[in-house]
Every structure is written in structure tokens, then in C-alpha cells.
């Protein structure tokens, strides 16, 4: 039997790697990919450290692969003890999604809890002293 010649071999090798890139971008958008994104990650609001220019980036991103929530709970941890005013946290995280003066400011983190069909979002409460109170993050 004759060997395949480079050039057969080359073609060979394109095409699987073509099947296998279409492969990985069909499986990125199925609900497999997000059952197993959800059974190797738990807690999707726990897989990022918080990164302010990436945040700042995704203002009003209703997409379903915001990255906002994968900083959750580095944010609300970073908040929590901060001992931020109201003005200070707007100037830090930028505009929020919510403002409610006299309650909460709200920012969206995206689809990340459940079916990942409702979206979060970081609540951030407030005192009387108008400081960080509270940091929740709820489903909608």
C-alpha cells in the first residue's frame, strides 16, 4: 500500500482541525456546555478576581456571557469592608444598571444562577451614615 503523500496528509489534518474548531463553537452555545460549565463550577459568581476595567467595559451587557458574574463575590467581598459612601461606589463600579436613591443601587451581572435564564444582580444597601451596608447578590 502507498503512503499518503504531505500534501493528503496536510488536507487531512485542516479538515479535522475545522471539525474540531466547529465542534468547540457548537458545544460553546449548547446546554451541554453549560451543564458541565455549572457541574465544574458550583458557584458561578466565585471564578474571577475582580477586574474594574473588564467591569466598566460591560455597562448595561444583557448578553449572556457577561462577565460580571464570574466577579460576584470578589466584588462583594472587596465592598463589604470597605467602608465606601454611595458616590464612592459609583465612581468605582461606574453607573449602575438600578439607582434608587433612597434604597439600593443595583448592577447587572448577567444569566449565572439557575437555568441561567433569569438574570443577577449586586445589590449594594446602604446606612444612614449613606456607607455600605449590605452587598447581596439576587436572581431576578
Known amino acids: 500500500m502507498k ?14 482541525l475545522a471539525i474540531a474548531i466547529v465542534f468547540i ?8 456546555y453549560l451543564f ?14 475582580f477586574n474594574r476595567e ?3 467595559d460591560h455597562y448595561e451587557d444583557w448578553g449572556t456571557m457577561n462577565p460580571r458574574g464570574r466577579m ?4 462583594q467581598q472587596l465592598l463589604i469592608n470597605s467602608g465606601m459612601t454611595r458616590v464612592e461606589v459609583k465612581r ?5 444598571e438600578i439607582d434608587s436613591e433612597d434604597y439600593a443601587i443595583q448592577y447587572l451581572l448577567g444569566p449565572y ?3 441561567r435564564i433569569d438574570y443577577d ?11 455600605v451596608k449590605e452587598v447581596r447578590i439576587i436572581g431576578s
Not at 463553537?25 to 451541554?32: K, T
Not at 444582580?121 to 456607607?131: A, N, P, Q, Y
Open 113 to 115: 444562577s439557575g437555568f
Open 92 to 96: 468605582y463600579l461606574g453607573p449602575p
Open 72 to 75: 460576584g463575590k470578589s466584588v
Open 3 to 16: 503512503a499518503p503523500s504531505n500534501k493528503a496528509r496536510t488536507i487531512t489534518v485542516r479538515f479535522i
Open 36 to 49: 458541565i460549565d455549572v457541574m465544574l463550577n458550583p458557584d458561578p459568581f466565585d471564578d474571577r478576581p
Open 54 to 56: 473588564v467591569w466598566l
Open 25 to 32: 463553537l457548537l458545544l460553546a452555545r449548547s446546554p451541554l
Open 121 to 131: 444582580f449586586l445589590v449594594i444597601s446602604f446606612g444612614d451614615d449613606d456607607r
